[in-house]
C-alpha cells in the first residue's frame, strides 16, 4: 500500500499523523507529510487507511496496493 | 441573547441569538435540512443559514465568492477599507493576503509546540480540582472548563493571569453581544483594542520569550509586521482561544454527566479517550463561522445579494445524515468521523492542536479525578447562544 497527501487540499487538521503516526508527521506548520517515500508497511495498513477516512479535506489517497 | 423579536418560523425568519436556539438547535437543523436547506433571514440586514454539511463544505471552500471580512454576524458590518486583512487577521483575512498572515502563525500552534504546554496545562487542571474541595456539587463550567483555556492562551501570549476576569468579559461581549445596540458594542470593542493596544507597547518596550514579542519580531514575506497587525491577531487569539474550548470541554463534561453508558466505558478504557473526544466534538461543535456575500449571486437557487451574512453551522453540517451514519446519536468508538468542527478549508481553526490538547488533557484529569458524577439539575443547565455554543452554568453532582 502507498499514500499520498494532496497539498493543495490539506490545511493541517492533523488528524492523519494523530491516527497513523509511523505513515504521516507534521511539518513546521501542521500540515502533513508522508514519512518517506508513502510506502505503507503491511502492519500499518489499517491505520493508514482510517487516516485516510478521517481527513476532513478528503486530501489522502491511497495510491497503490500490491497484495503478495 | 432575547433582545429580538421571538423567531416563528426558522426558514424565512431565523436569528441565531434567540434563546431556543441556544438551548437546543438541533431539531431547528433537522427540520431544515429536510424543508428548506439553505434558510433566510431579513434580520441583521439579511442573511443565509446553510444546514447541509454539502452546502457549508461548499461556502467554507468558496473565498472567491464568500467573504471573510466580518465572520461574527450582527447588524453591523466593518467598514471595506479594513480589507485585505481584517479586523482580526488572518480570520477576517481573504486571499491572497490571509496565506501569510497565516503562515506567522501556524508554526506557534502546530502539534510540535503545543506538545511542550501539555505539562503545565495538566498541573493546572489539577489545580482546578484541588480547588474545588470536598464539594459534593461542582459547576464544571464555571469553577472547571472556563479557567483551562483563558489560563493558556494568556501565558502563551504573555498577558498577566490577574486579567483573566477581563479576558472573559472580552470574549462575552465580542461573542454574545452581538445584538447590543450599536453603541454599546463599540464602547465594548474599544476597551479590547486599548487593552491590546497597551500590551503590544509594553511587549514594543520591553521583548520578551512569548507568542506576542515573537509577532512583533516577525515578518511576513519580508515586510515587518506592524503593531497594529499584531494587536489584531493577539486579539483573535484571545478572543477565539477561549470559550470556543470551554464551550468543548463543559459540552463533553454535560453529555458524559447524562451519558453514564459512555462515561463508565471512557473510565474504563482511557486509551479510547482520543477517538471519543472526536465524536464529541463533532455532536457537539461549538463554532458557527459567518461569511459576507461578494457580489449579486445565484447559490444553488438562493438568490444572495452583496453583503449579505451567510452563516456557517459547522455543528448543523456534523450532524447531516447525509454526511454520517446515525448522525443524530453520539457513538463513542465512531472510527471513521471526518466532522468539521474545526472549520474546512483555508481558514481551519488554527488552534485547533491546542483545542484539542487542552479538551484532552481537561478530561483526562476531570476523568481521573472524579469518575462518577451526575447532572446535579439539569434544568439549571444554561447553554450560550450566537456563534459559539456551549454550557455557562453546568451543576454537576460528584459521586
Same mark, same amino acid.
Given at each position: 500500500m502507498k499514500v499520498q497527501v494532496d497539498m493543495d487540499r490539506c490545511?493541517?487538521?492533523?488528524r492523519c499523523y494523530a491516527l497513523a503516526p509511523t505513515v504521516f508527521e507534521p511539518d513546521e506548520i501542521g500540515n502533513a507529510v508522508v514519512l518517506g517515500d508513502g510506502t505503507v508497511s503491511p502492519g500499518d495498513e489499517r491505520q493508514a487507511e482510517l487516516a485516510a477516512a478521517n481527513c476532513p479535506e478528503q486530501a489522502?489517497?491511497?495510491t497503490a496496493r500490491v497484495r503478495s | 441573547m432575547g433582545l429580538h423579536d421571538p423567531v416563528a418560523d426558522w426558514a424565512t425568519d431565523w436569528d441565531h441569538t434567540d434563546d431556543t436556539y441556544a438551548a437546543d438547535p438541533f431539531p431547528i437543523w433537522d427540520e431544515l435540512r429536510d424543508r428548506c436547506p439553505v434558510a433566510r433571514t431579513e434580520r441583521y440586514g439579511g442573511g443565509w443559514l446553510p444546514t447541509r454539511h454539502e452546502d457549508v463544505s461548499a461556502i467554507a471552500h468558496d473565498t472567491e465568492r464568500f467573504t #471573510?471580512? #466580518?465572520?461574527v454576524m450582527s447588524a453591523f458590518r466593518p467598514p471595506?477599507?479594513?480589507?485585505? &486583512?481584517?479586523? &482580526?487577521?488572518p480570520i477576517s483575512s481573504d486571499p491572497p493576503f490571509h496565506k501569510g498572515a497565516r503562515r506567522l502563525l501556524l508554526p506557534a500552534f502546530a502539534p510540535q509546540a503545543i506538545d511542550k504546554l501539555e505539562a503545565s496545562t495538566r498541573a493546572y487542571c489539577e489545580e482546578l480540582i484541588d480547588d474545588?474541595?470536598?464539594?459534593?456539587?461542582?459547576?464544571?463550567?464555571?469553577?472547571y472548563a472556563q479557567h483551562i483555556p483563558v489560563r493558556v492562551i494568556a501565558h502563551m501570549l504573555g498577558?498577566?493571569?490577574?486579567?483573566a476576569e477581563l479576558f472573559r468579559t472580552f470574549v462575552n461581549h465580542v461573542i454574545e453581544g452581538v445584538a447590543l445596540p450599536f453603541e454599546q458594542r463599540a464602547e465594548g470593542m474599544m476597551t479590547l483594542f486599548s487593552y491590546l493596544e497597551a500590551q503590544v507597547r509594553d511587549h514594543i518596550a520591553y521583548p520578551r520569550d512569548d507568542l506576542t514579542s515573537y509577532l512583533l519580531a516577525a515578518d511576513i514575506d519580508g515586510e515587518p509586521v506592524t503593531p497594529e497587525h499584531v494587536g489584531r491577531t493577539i486579539g483573535l487569539l484571545l478572543i477565539a482561544g477561549i470559550d470556543t474550548t470551554w464551550s468543548s470541554i463543559g459540552a463533553s463534561i454535560w453529555h458524559l454527566a447524562g451519558n453514564p453508558a459512555d462515561r463508565e466505558r471512557l473510565v474504563a478504557e482511557p486509551e479510547l479517550l482520543p477517538i471519543a473526544m472526536e465524536e464529541l466534538l463533532r455532536a457537539y461543535a461549538p463554532v458557527t463561522m459567518a461569511r459576507l456575500v461578494r457580489e449579486d449571486m445565484d447559490f444553488n437557487g438562493c438568490p444572495m445579494k452583496a453583503e449579505e451574512w451567510v452563516l456557517l453551522p459547522f455543528p448543523a453540517a456534523n450532524r447531516d445524515p447525509e454526511a454520517f @451514519?446515525?448522525? @443524530?446519536?453520539?457513538?463513542? @468508538?465512531?472510527?471513521v468521523n471526518r466532522h468539521a468542527a474545526f472549520g474546512?478549508?483555508?481558514?481551519?481553526?488554527?488552534?485547533s492542536h491546542l483545542a484539542r490538547m487542552e479538551l484532552r488533557v481537561a478530561l483526562e484529569v476531570w476523568l481521573e479525578a472524579f469518575p462518577t458524577f451526575h447532572?446535579? @439539575?439539569? &434544568?439549571?443547565v444554561r447553554w450560550s447562544g450566537g456563534q459559539v455554543r456551549g454550557p455557562r452554568t453546568l451543576p454537576v453532582r460528584i459521586g
Amino acid at each position: 500500500m502507498k499514500v499520498q497527501v494532496d497539498m493543495d487540499r490539506c490545511e493541517g487538521h492533523g488528524r492523519c499523523y494523530a491516527l497513523a503516526p509511523t505513515v504521516f508527521e507534521p511539518d513546521e506548520i501542521g500540515n502533513a507529510v508522508v514519512l518517506g517515500d508513502g510506502t505503507v508497511s503491511p502492519g500499518d495498513e489499517r491505520q493508514a487507511e482510517l487516516a485516510a477516512a478521517n481527513c476532513p479535506e478528503q486530501a489522502i489517497t491511497i495510491t497503490a496496493r500490491v497484495r503478495s | 441573547m432575547g433582545l429580538h423579536d421571538p423567531v416563528a418560523d426558522w426558514a424565512t425568519d431565523w436569528d441565531h441569538t434567540d434563546d431556543t436556539y441556544a438551548a437546543d438547535p438541533f431539531p431547528i437543523w433537522d427540520e431544515l435540512r429536510d424543508r428548506c436547506p439553505v434558510a433566510r433571514t431579513e434580520r441583521y440586514g439579511g442573511g443565509w443559514l446553510p444546514t447541509r454539511h454539502e452546502d457549508v463544505s461548499a461556502i467554507a471552500h468558496d473565498t472567491e465568492r464568500f467573504t #471573510s471580512r #466580518s465572520i461574527v454576524m450582527s447588524a453591523f458590518r466593518p467598514p471595506l477599507e479594513f480589507a485585505p &486583512a481584517g479586523v &482580526a487577521p488572518p480570520i477576517s483575512s481573504d486571499p491572497p493576503f490571509h496565506k501569510g498572515a497565516r503562515r506567522l502563525l501556524l508554526p506557534a500552534f502546530a502539534p510540535q509546540a503545543i506538545d511542550k504546554l501539555e505539562a503545565s496545562t495538566r498541573a493546572y487542571c489539577e489545580e482546578l480540582i484541588d480547588d474545588m474541595g470536598d464539594r459534593d456539587v461542582v459547576d464544571a463550567a464555571a469553577d472547571y472548563a472556563q479557567h483551562i483555556p483563558v489560563r493558556v492562551i494568556a501565558h502563551m501570549l504573555g498577558f498577566p493571569q490577574e486579567d483573566a476576569e477581563l479576558f472573559r468579559t472580552f470574549v462575552n461581549h465580542v461573542i454574545e453581544g452581538v445584538a447590543l445596540p450599536f453603541e454599546q458594542r463599540a464602547e465594548g470593542m474599544m476597551t479590547l483594542f486599548s487593552y491590546l493596544e497597551a500590551q503590544v507597547r509594553d511587549h514594543i518596550a520591553y521583548p520578551r520569550d512569548d507568542l506576542t514579542s515573537y509577532l512583533l519580531a516577525a515578518d511576513i514575506d519580508g515586510e515587518p509586521v506592524t503593531p497594529e497587525h499584531v494587536g489584531r491577531t493577539i486579539g483573535l487569539l484571545l478572543i477565539a482561544g477561549i470559550d470556543t474550548t470551554w464551550s468543548s470541554i463543559g459540552a463533553s463534561i454535560w453529555h458524559l454527566a447524562g451519558n453514564p453508558a459512555d462515561r463508565e466505558r471512557l473510565v474504563a478504557e482511557p486509551e479510547l479517550l482520543p477517538i471519543a473526544m472526536e465524536e464529541l466534538l463533532r455532536a457537539y461543535a461549538p463554532v458557527t463561522m459567518a461569511r459576507l456575500v461578494r457580489e449579486d449571486m445565484d447559490f444553488n437557487g438562493c438568490p444572495m445579494k452583496a453583503e449579505e451574512w451567510v452563516l456557517l453551522p459547522f455543528p448543523a453540517a456534523n450532524r447531516d445524515p447525509e454526511a454520517f @451514519d446515525r448522525a @443524530d446519536e453520539v457513538v463513542i @468508538d465512531r472510527e471513521v468521523n471526518r466532522h468539521a468542527a474545526f472549520g474546512l478549508g483555508i481558514h481551519r481553526c488554527a488552534g485547533s492542536h491546542l483545542a484539542r490538547m487542552e479538551l484532552r488533557v481537561a478530561l483526562e484529569v476531570w476523568l481521573e479525578a472524579f469518575p462518577t458524577f451526575h447532572l446535579a @439539575d439539569p &434544568a439549571a443547565v444554561r447553554w450560550s447562544g450566537g456563534q459559539v455554543r456551549g454550557p455557562r452554568t453546568l451543576p454537576v453532582r460528584i459521586g
